[in-house]
Antibody, heavy 120, light 107 residues
Framework: QITLKESGPTLVKPTQTLTLTCAFS??????????VAWVRQPPEKALEWLAV???????RYSPSLKNRLTITKDTSKNLVVLIMTNMDPVDTATYYC????????????WGQGALVTVSS | SYDLTQPPSLSVSPGQTVSIPCSGY??????VCWYQKKPGQSPVLVIH???KRPSGIPERFSGSTSGDTATLTISGTQAIDEADYYC??????????FGGGTKLTVL
């Protein structure tokens, strides 16, 4: 059974840097053909893909946020970390990490989500 | 940038069939999937690779893609199907793109 869980601050101030951690179980990057991504959903708005890290450490970012995002993985600890710089109130959202492997690049398992509010 | 367009809302009567469209340029050439999202819950994958249902997803959910349009169809809609539905497309150029979501009301 695959599980993912996001953790991080619930409140950040404008211009600060957000660091979110995704701890997962039930799979490993050593399995091959695995990726973990971050997706967010602002209140009353649509889902938005942010970043992905693949089993081979390749990393891709949303073009609109590329300059502010860094995604890393720790294969030995089953962790994926997302760093987002220069936070703004429009970045207030629920942030999800999600797993993709054998479903044609679909996200077949999701974490519970972490609500992050950006406010002074 | 690549855009996926969905109607903001649809309604359906219980027991009826509803089709939720998602349009995007040459969508047939991309991997398309659909998620169900209920308030306060994480998204659930209901269709992947255009037509495939993950284990545990009821047979009343089906998907298809032709040309520029992908469609999620729910047959015999139940009250528990009331949710937001998001299409998502992938290819090696656009990577992951979500549609704007469709709020499905069962009434």
């Amino acid at each position: 059974q695959i599980t993912l869980k996001e953790s991080g601050p619930t409140l950040v101030k404008p211009t600060q840097t957000l660091t979110l951690t995704c701890a997962f179980s039930g799979f490993s990057f050593n399995d091959g053909s695995v990726s973990v991504a971050w997706v967010r959903q602002p209140p009353e708005k649509a889902l938005e893909w942010l970043a992905v890290v693949y089993w081979d450490d390749d990393r891709r970012y949303s073009p609109s946020l590329k300059n502010r995002l860094t995604i890393t993985k720790d294969t030995s600890k089953n962790l994926v970390v997302l760093i987002m710089t220069n936070m703004d109130p429009v970045d207030t959202a629920t942030y999800y990490c999600a797993h993709s492997a054998d479903s044609g690049w679909a996200f077949d398992s999701w974490g519970q989500g972490a609500l992050v509010t950006v406010s002074s | 940038s690549y855009d996926l367009t969905q109607p903001p809302s649809l309604s359906v009567s219980p027991g009826q069939t509803v089709s939720i469209p998602c349009s995007g340029y040459e969508l047939v050439n991309k991997y398309v999937c659909w998620y169900q999202k209920k308030p306060g819950q994480s998204p659930v994958l209901v269709i992947h690779q255009d037509t495939k249902r993950p284990s545990g997803i009821p047979e009343r959910f089906s998907g298809s893609t032709s040309g520029d349009t992908a469609t999620l169809t729910i047959s015999g809609t139940q009250a528990i199907d009331e949710a937001d539905y998001y299409c998502q497309a992938w290819d090696s150029n656009i990577l992951w793109v979500f549609g704007g979501g469709t709020k499905l009301t069962v009434l």
